[in-house]
């Protein structure tokens, strides 16, 4: 008798390197290197905004101090009266930046996937250095401080940012099928991360010249980036002579079953796979889907509602921890600074992890309601953590672990899984946008969360702020929970079939 399709798949990681080719690894650096540099410029404006307050706030003179004259010149740059001041104006910045990131994403999916995806990259890249490089350099060298000026500079480089993470994921999923995609998926996502390391680095190496070299070095690298990625990123398999991502399907039951999305329904007739959501099945150029036939794919909706909780909790980490640890347990800035780094290593090996066990159930939903039940625990235990650095690093790499590891698969594996499904099979121009539709709702959550935990931490303590960190984890499970008990449905059904098949 005929064995199930579900029965038929060989093992994910035989089909991955079966169809890996070179052009395959120059992708994946492309791609993870122009996203870390895109994630190095944020990551310096939160390195050096201890030198920006200084350079806006008017220095504390004592009364043996001379006198600078002409007092209005040397008070030229003071748009603060306190650092009290300015440290709010920074954190406005970040919300400015935050929102404005959320709505460009949604923006920019719907353009990466209705023209070249490589050409908008490129674009976002380059003139994001540019403002970059206008904010925190062109305005100390004129001597130019306007605060209306820096938000609209922030408004626009928050738009021109959200082209990054859209546009790689979809090439990345153009290249990359579900063979594998879990753990390459989870490996390359540690491109945020990466950023991050580069970021201080390329900020640190320099601020001792002035903060405003810092913000050029970052801006001349990814202004170099974007260049790179314009003359060298393949934006898909086609462009090289090679076949698109389930054009074999037709020639080998093997390969049909290594490069059909997670997302289909296995449980769906032959037949009935066929549909597709494009007009027509002539058309040799697929056309982009609309961005409200993306919110009705299957799953596009419940993850992304998963991951606004779940970004929430996750950038809230990002931003607060270096300043958690120094107030709540006394440690000096840059030992907090750090320390710190052991959650986004707990992220990057639980979404490596985590990619590859889904690979093997073929299951991404179940490997990510576990994981998540782990994280209320972490959560709680590091809400207790004592007084101790190496405790305390240890339990931190295990937050991020099963915070981070989750957070990665659902803005990047399971965003491909999404654009790829069954209804748009032969079509990867809903890849940009279905990404763009999760990570702009999570980047919403994580924008008003910022908000949240410094007004939960103020009125009630940092203690509230992880019980409001474990109400969001859970909610994130409870907005999947419907794909959840679907895929160990279909789990449970492949292995009776398996059974009945011995």
Not at 201 to 224: D, I, N, P
Not at 312 to 323: A, H, I, K, T
Not at 432 to 440: E, L, M
Request: hydrophobic content about 45%; charged content about 15%; some cysteine.
């Amino acid at each position: 008798m005929a064995v199930p399709g579900a029965l038929r798949r060989q093992p994910a990681n035989r089909g991955l390197v079966s169809h890996c080719t070179h052009h395959h690894v120059v992708v994946f650096l492309l791609t993870f290197f122009s996203y870390s540099l895109l994630h190095a410029s944020r990551k310096t404006f939160s390195n050096v905004k201890v030198s920006i307050s200084s350079q806006w706030t008017p220095s504390p003179w004592n009364s043996t101090a001379p006198e600078l004259q002409p007092y209005e010149l040397w008070n030229s740059s003071h748009l603060f009266q306190n650092a009290e001041e300015a440290t709010l104006f920074l954190g406005t910045l970040d919300t400015i930046f935050l929102f404005s990131y959320a709505v460009g994403l949604f923006v920019s999916g719907i353009v990466g996937d209705r023209l070249n995806l490589r050409w908008v990259l490129s674009f976002g890249m380059c003139s994001s250095a540019l403002v970059v490089f206008s904010f925190g350099t062109l305005t100390e060298w004129l001597h130019f401080y306007n605060k209306w000026f820096y938000c609209c500079l922030w408004v626009v480089n928050g738009l021109l940012q959200s082209t990054g993470w859209p546009c790689v994921v979809a090439v990345m999923g153009n290249w990359f099928g579900k063979a594998g995609r879990g753990f390459v998926f989870g490996l390359w996502s540690a491109c945020a991360s990466v950023g991050n390391i580069l970021g201080a680095f390329l900020a640190s190496c320099v601020l001792k010249y002035g903060y405003e070299y810092a913000f050029l070095v970052t801006a001349s690298v990814q202004f170099a980036g974007g260049v790179v990625v314009f003359f060298g990123l393949l934006t898909s398999p086609k462009e090289v002579g090679l076949p698109e991502l389930g054009a074999d399907e037709d020639e080998a039951s093997v390969e049909e079953d290594a490069n059909r999305p997670l997302m289909g329904n296995d449980d769906v007739d032959d037949d009935d796979q066929n549909y597709s959501i494009q007009a027509s099945d002539n058309d040799n150029q697929p056309k982009a889907i609309g961005f409200f036939q993306a919110c009705c794919l299957p799953g596009v909706v419940l993850y992304s509602l998963a991951y606004a909780c779940l970004k929430l909790v996750n950038y809230s980490f990002f931003f607060w921890l270096p300043f958690y640890l120094s107030s709540n347990f006394g440690w000096k800035e840059a030992e907090a600074d750090q320390l710190s780094i052991w959650y986004d290593v707990g992220g990057i090996i639980g979404g490596t992890i985590q990619g590859l066990i889904s690979d093997v159930l073929q299951k991404r939903a179940p490997v990510l309601a576990v994981s998540l039940l782990f994280a209320v625990g972490s959560l709680f235990g590091y809400s207790r953590s004592p007084n101790s650095k190496p405790i305390n690093a240890v339990i931190m790499a295990i937050t991020g672990f099963f915070i981070g590891g989750p957070s990665n698969m659902i803005s990047s594996a399971i965003s491909a899984d999404l654009g790829r499904q069954d209804l748009v099979k032969g079509s990867s121009e809903a890849l940009a946008t279905v990404t763009g539709i999760v990570d702009g709702t999570g980047s919403i959550g994580a924008a008003v969360g910022q908000y949240l935990v410094s007004l939960i931490q103020e009125n009630l303590g940092w203690m509230w702020v992880f019980y409001f960190f474990i109400l969001m984890t859970s909610s994130t499970i409870l907005f999947i929970s419907p794909l959840i008990v679907r895929e160990i449905r279909l789990l449970l059904h492949e292995r009776r079939l398996q059974m009945l098949a011995e």
